[in-house]
């Protein structure tokens, strides 16, 4: 089954974009990781130093990494000037609150934080293929991807999934 058919998933995400001139155009986006966990600490500890400096170590590292978080959440922002409120994520694509700067067969480059701490960040190339109000007014955009990285794909797909889960324990802990 192809992962862009599973499930679409309501909830409120940041996210960044541009415009692109043509599908052609090559994204800005290239992806960056940051480890999901610090160094292994199992590791550190076999490898005889003491308690307390594996201890400083592993705390550092953690800081190290918030801190290229940051960094690079500043560096994105510049690269993609426009903001989006991500409302529904699928593999296939994106429901957005729109800016005003985007109308139907637009073509956009998006980067999507799927989490904050630790840094999970997707990016992706979409089409606007319509551009109504929602509810309350807003415009919201829907964006289908054209391009996406197979890596990126993954992660919004597990994203997804994760949110769908925890979607499903909190209506059963108010049932």
């Not at 690269?79 to 073509?107: K, M, Q, T, W, Y």
């Amino acid at each position: 089954m192809d992962k862009r058919s599973f499930s679409r998933i309501r909830l409120f995400m940041k996210g960044r974009m541009r415009l692109l001139a043509s599908e052609t155009e090559s994204p800005r986006f290239s992806g960056f990781t940051l480890p999901d966990a610090p160094v292994d600490a199992k590791s550190l500890a076999q490898s005889h130093i003491p308690e307390v400096l594996v201890s400083f170590l592993l705390d550092f590292d953690a800081k190290l990494n918030a801190v290229l978080a940051h960094i690079k959440q500043d560096v994105l922002q510049e690269d993609f000037p426009l903001r989006a409120e991500i409302l529904e994520l699928s593999g296939a694509g994106v429901r957005c609150v729109d800016s005003g700067d985007l109308n139907e067969g637009d073509l956009v480059e998006m980067v999507l934080f799927l989490s904050e701490f630790p840094l999970r960040v997707a990016g992706a190339m979409g089409r606007v293929l319509r551009k109504e109000a929602d509810g309350t007014g807003r415009p919201v955009c829907a964006v289908e991807f054209f391009r996406i990285r197979e890596d990126d794909l993954e992660k919004i797909v597990q994203h997804v999934f994760v949110e769908e889960r925890r979607q499903i324990r909190t209506m059963r802990l108010e049932d």
